[in-house]
């Protein structure tokens, strides 16, 4: 009887189709929802203009322009082609401090992520996994950390290092911290039960590789989104920490920083304060769209298949 | 090792394990497993069958090393390992492996089928060249009869017959001696199911392997097994050879799970010994006989002393009334 | 006039890797009071085509069928509204997994009286009597008490229970169980079995038993519907099917039954049940049927007559010999 399988597989022709890879399906899903790749699509522009910055910014960003103090943009009476958005208060281009600000912004997102991200999935996963008084400490800790307003205990960070870019972007990454934990013992929680990792303790593998290799790649998804998410958190919180005066120091043309030096003009010169807050606006916008999309894309239980 | 010792053999196997109870402070024993002895030799299947709550599980933490038992002891060959013991070495770890139930959960979705399967030998013997871990597992993929272009897959893209085969190629890549089988054919269809009991068959008489088949199926194991052994509520409650247990059932549970289980055959009389009740639960077990509430023959004896397993009729039973004409 | 009408069900989802045929063509008809048991593994689709009659499916699929008929109201013209009245209260179903049927967060008499008072009305007073009945009437023991347990407080087959009394609250005509006692003990599964059995007896509604195990099959239904990737290829008497498969598929599937073997190896059927991908032309089982020839590989079979067991097949089997090679001389 089972010699017929040759035959009949030779002669039966199928109407088949070939099974769409990982990343074509994850496109699929992702597309779906316009938002996020409107979102996606602006956030890859704001890298190429970071990246580029050298290149198409119209001036350099710390240079001052004595006879050009607040320039109104290229649209107002009085604006000039030279200064497309105008200039601020000491005369630099407002253009060229936004591209090169997107530097900072972006710089400071992937460092907090990374950072916060890599400290608290080895915490989470050890915790989740071990349990006991590991898991015990850990999560307090968390909870201390998690029961401060976060701008307050970054604050008090930046006050203790000091300020500048540098400390500003530890902080963030701390006060971050508790939600890369508590996401990361979730998940390993729920499949450390599961049988392939029983499986791979009964083939004789030790904690570290159990953690590491086994439930550690299947934790990932919502790892990614928060990640995502908290990418917009850190822009946010680096800008709101810039404004405050703790967080990149002038002439840095970091979006915050040039909001902070643009307080006294609001009625003045509107420019010099809306344009960084817009920039701010779109950048985390586009990267919560982004988010979303994200998200609804790799939960598997949306899954239609 | 000598012919006389059995490859695998446990003696009174208990495993209790601690909770919390409701109240601050109050510490509950589930006893999941208590007074299991067996004998299993080169070639053989034991198959241990019951309910939830049964200990089957267990059982199957207790010989694959993954919890060491409460009291009581297991022999490997001529290691024994009891609660004294401690992390396995290698080849104590190599000779026993495990197969679970439920082939969506047992492999790991994010690693391609080779990795998977090299993974025990990656662990135990870091000294094998990747070269020769690799031929070593495009063989056992052919040996459970998947394809080569299987290798660099991964495990969404494969049924359930496929994904458990792979379940038994992994077991076998350290050459165990014994393999515990826990329900491996319960969550697959009936023609697929049929492909991997081959392929069980198969493999026992090409490796000698012993196989310990956990199963709540009594048709599959009337067709699998050597012996088999009948669990409630952690404890063995009948224990023979396949034969006589199937023809001549002694415990009361034994031949209600008989009678319960439908037959294939319209033509058949439905005789049905019908069980009321729920089955007990492990933190409070009923005294004397766990089974006397849900007992058609249960007499006074039953609800005060537990009786132990007792040859009668050629196989051991715990039954007061064992032997008697009921 | 029979109570149920299922001519040429379809059911198409969509999904991120293209359409798929879930179920293909369908058709089933049951009278009143009678117990048809829908056979099938995997992928047969006989799931979905009762969650279709109930309206239960996701927007992702797609329902045609030339005829949906039950108890004279065509299923395929109603409002959802109107659907309403019927489902629950007429034609109900019960499911696979009693833990997670059960809303978690209710009292099992909560979710009993909801059923009474969606369909029935009537006053708190009587809708908890009621509830108590049919407590009493699914073997529940010490009602009243349980009207106040949480689903998680009861075992699996006390929650199969609740939920055959939420199903029968209202007396319905027709009872779909799917895999009602498959993630249930063995000796739970005898008395659910048992008990829908008598409900049936008592109540004179239909049943229609959706099982994979062909135990329960022999045991409890009266007429049998085999379903393969999505198609009828067989319906027969439960007696009939056992003693003389029509259909290659079903005769594959008895063979494989453990209590039919013949010595230590099953024969078994090579090959795996087409998917999205590998969907053949011609018949669905050829490239894994043992009396395939060329025309089956080519062009889909029409259903055969009753004497063949209404068989999807180019050349049905009578008493295990192809219709195509009866009467040939075989060496």
């Known amino acids: 009887m089972t010699d017929t399988t040759a035959v009949s597989k030779a002669t039966a022709s199928t109407n088949s189709q070939a099974p769409v890879g990982p990343l074509r399906e994850f496109w699929a899903y992702f597309s779906e929802n316009k938002g996020a790749v409107a979102g996606l699509i602006f956030f890859m522009v704001l890298v190429v203009v970071a990246l580029l910055a050298d290149f198409i910014a119209p001036h350099d960003p710390i240079e001052q322009y004595r006879d050009h103090f607040l320039v109104p943009p290229v649209w107002v009476d009085g604006g000039s082609w030279d200064f497309l958005l105008g200039t601020d208060a000491v005369g630099r281009d407002i253009l060229s401090r936004l591209m090169f600000g997107a530097r900072y912004s972006l710089f400071i997102g992937c460092i907090v992520v990374s950072g916060a991200a890599v400290v608290g999935i080895a915490i989470g996963l050890f915790a989740g996994y071990l349990g006991g008084w590991v898991d015990t400490v850990a999560m307090r800790v968390m909870d201390i950390l998690l029961s401060y307003p976060p701008l307050l205990l970054a604050l008090v960070f930046v006050a203790i290092l000091g300020p500048g870019l540098e400390n500003a972007i530890v902080a963030i990454a701390v006060i971050q911290l508790p939600h890369y934990v508590r996401l990361t013992r979730a998940s390993v929680m729920s499949e450390r039960s599961r049988d392939y990792v029983t499986s791979a303790r009964v083939a004789g593998a030790g904690t570290l590789r159990l953690v590491t290799v086994t439930i550690l790649p299947n934790c990932l998804a919502p790892i990614?989104?928060?990640?995502?998410?908290?990418?917009?958190?850190?822009?946010?919180?680096?800008?709101?920490?810039?404004?405050?005066?703790?967080?990149?120091?002038?002439?840095?043309?970091?979006?915050?920083?040039m909001l902070a030096e643009a307080r006294e003009f609001i009625l003045r010169a509107w420019w010099v304060v809306t344009f960084p807050g817009v920039a701010i606006l779109v950048t985390v916008l586009a990267i919560n769209l982004m988010g979303d999309g994200l998200r609804d894309a790799l939960d598997p239980k949306l899954k239609r298949s | 090792m000598n012919a006389q010792t059995p490859l695998l053999s446990g003696d009174d196997l208990t495993r209790h394990y601690d909770i919390a109870g409701k109240r601050f402070g109050e510490k509950m024993s589930v006893k999941a497993l208590q007074g299991v002895s067996f004998e299993l030799d080169q070639g053989e299947t034991l198959a241990v069958v019951g309910e939830s709550g049964c200990g089957k599980s267990t059982l199957a933490r207790l010989i694959t090393m993954i919890e060491p038992p409460t009291a009581g002891s297991f022999r490997i060959g001529d290691t024994v390992v009891d609660k004294e013991t401690g992390k396995p070495g290698k080849e104590l770890r190599a000779a026993v492996q495990i197969v679970f139930q439920d082939p969506y959960s047992s492999l790991n979705p994010r690693q391609k089928i080779g990795t998977i399967l090299a993974e025990p030998l990656v662990i135990n013997h870091p000294e094998i060249s990747r070269a020769d871990r690799e031929k070593k597992a495009r063989n056992m993929l052919s040996l459970v009869g998947l394809r080569p272009e299987h290798y660099d897959r991964y495990p969404h893209m494969f049924s359930?017959?496929?994904?458990?085969?792979?379940?038994?190629?992994?077991?076998?890549m350290m050459n165990p001696k014994v393999l515990v089988l826990d329900e491996p054919v319960s969550a697959l269809d009936l023609s697929v199911q049929a492909q991997i009991l081959n392929l069980l068959v198969d493999l026992q008489d090409e490796f000698g392997l012993a196989y310990l088949f956990i199963s709540h199926d009594l048709?599959?194991?009337?067709?699998?097994?050597d012996r088999v052994m009948v669990m409630y509520l952690g404890r063995p409650v009948e224990y023979g050879e396949r034969d006589e247990i199937f023809n001549n059932p002694q415990h009361p549970y034994t031949k209600a799970l008989l009678s319960a289980t439908p037959i294939a055959d319209p033509e058949h009389p439905k005789h049905r010994l019908k069980l009321e009740g729920e089955l007990p639960s492990p933190i409070n077990p009923p005294p004397g006989c766990a089974?006397?509430?849900?007992?058609?023959?249960?007499?006074?004896?039953?609800?005060?002393?537990?009786?132990?397993?007792?040859?009668?009729?050629?196989?051991?039973?715990?039954?007061?009334?064992?032997?008697?004409?009921? | 006039m029979s109570l149920l009408e299922i001519e040429n069900l379809t059911v198409e989802f969509q999904t991120a890797q293209g359409q798929f045929r879930a179920v293909d063509g369908v058709s089933l008809s049951v009278d009143q009071g009678e117990l048809m048991a829908i056979v099938g593994e995997s992928g047969s689709g006989?799931?979905?085509?009762?969650?279709?009659?109930?309206g239960l499916l996701p927007w992702t699929a797609t329902i045609t069928a030339d005829r949906l008929e039950f108890d004279g109201i065509d299923l395929v013209r109603q409002s959802a509204r109107d659907r309403r009245k019927v489902i629950g209260k007429d034609m109900a179903m019960i499911f696979q997994e009693p833990m997670t049927s059960l809303n978690p967060c209710f009292t099992v008499g909560f979710q009993i009286t909801e059923a009474l008072k969606t369909h029935l009305g009537g006053s708190r007073a009587t809708r908890r009597a009621r509830a108590v009945e049919l407590l009493n009437l699914v073997g529940l023991p010490e009602p009243e008490r349980r009207l106040n347990a949480f689903p998680h407080q009861l075992s699996g087959g006390m929650n199969q229970r609740v939920m055959i009394a939420i199903a029968i609250a209202c007396r319905p005509k027709l009872l779909i169980a799917d895999e009602p006692t498959t993630a249930l003990d063995v000796t739970i599964q005898a008395q659910i079995l048992d008990l829908l059995l008598e409900l049936r007896e008592k109540e004179g509604m239909a049943l229609i038993l959706i099982t994979h195990d062909m135990g329960v099959v022999a045991e409890t239904a009266e007429r049998v519907s085999v379903q393969y990737a999505g198609q009828k290829v067989e319906e027969q008497t439960v007696r009939d099917l056992f003693r003389?498969?029509?259909?290659?598929?079903?005769?594959a599937l008895l063979s494989a039954l453990p209590e039919r073997a013949q010595?230590?190896?099953?024969?078994?059927?090579?090959?795996?049940?087409?998917?999205?991908?590998?969907?053949?032309?011609?018949?669905?089982?050829?490239?894994?049927?043992?009396?395939?020839?060329?025309?089956?590989?080519?062009?889909?079979?029409?259903?055969?007559?009753?004497?063949?067991?209404?068989?999807?097949c180019h050349t049905p089997l009578r008493k295990g010999v192809p219709a195509s090679l009866e009467g040939q001389v075989r060496s």
Do not use: N
């Open chain 2, 160 to 172: 359930g017959g496929q994904r458990q085969r792979i379940a038994v190629a992994r077991a076998l």
């Open chain 3, 244 to 251: 003389d498969p029509h259909h290659p598929y079903t005769s």
């Open chain 2, 219 to 225: 048709s599959v194991v009337r067709h699998m097994a």
């Open chain 3, 263 to 312: 010595g230590k190896k099953l024969p078994t059927l090579p090959g795996v049940v087409p998917g999205l991908f590998d969907r053949p032309e011609g018949c669905l089982f050829a490239p894994r049927c043992a009396h395939a020839f060329d025309l089956c590989h080519k062009r889909q079979a029409d259903q055969a007559g009753a004497e063949d067991g209404f068989a999807l």
């Open chain 2, 291 to 326: 089974f006397h509430p849900r007992c058609p023959i249960a007499i006074d004896r039953c609800t005060a002393e537990r009786p132990e397993l007792a040859p009668v009729a050629g196989r051991d039973v715990s039954c007061w009334r064992a032997g008697e004409d009921v």
């Open chain 3, 46 to 54: 006989k799931s979905v085509s009762m969650l279709a009659l109930m």
């Open chain 1, 224 to 257: 990614i989104v928060q990640a995502a998410l908290s990418f917009s958190t850190a822009i946010l919180d680096a800008a709101a920490l810039g404004f405050l005066g703790m967080g990149a120091q002038p002439p840095l043309p970091e979006w915050g920083t």
